[in-house]
């Protein structure tokens, strides 16, 4: 699996013009799926992207969590994270995993992520919708976090 993380002060998911979520500040996560992951994955992804120590302590130094700040996480499927464009100008998808798998996977992300934040500070987009995200990413802060 494949996280791409923006630290953000804020994000909402659009679908047919009608708010889905948003949050304050906090992180979305982009996940995408590989064809070869499994629950495990799904379940260490999630606690490596809660720990992940992306927020700035009273020194300004990025050393503090999503838990430790308190903030909020927005999940979005993004099976493009798997687009390979190796060879060509069209991506190539046949990394990503099947549309199944990928969403039982997605769901158990999700799953965790709520176990040790909660509901209220855990918020998705909806899989395999047309999504408008808009944020705002704070600092400008990205990493890439892999399951493997």
Known sequence: ???????????????????????????????????DDTSDAARALADRCIALRIFDDADGKMNRSLQDVGGAAMVVSQFTLYGDTRRGNRPSYSDAAPPELAE????EFVARMREVLGTERTRTGKFRAMMQVELVNDGPVTVTVESR
């Open 1 to 35: 699996m494949r996280a791409l993380i923006q630290r953000v002060t804020r994000c909402s998911v659009t679908i047919d013009g009608v708010v889905h979520g948003a949050i304050g500040a906090g992180m979305v996560i982009l996940l995408g799926v590989r064809s």
């Open 104 to 107: 039982r996977l997605y769901e």
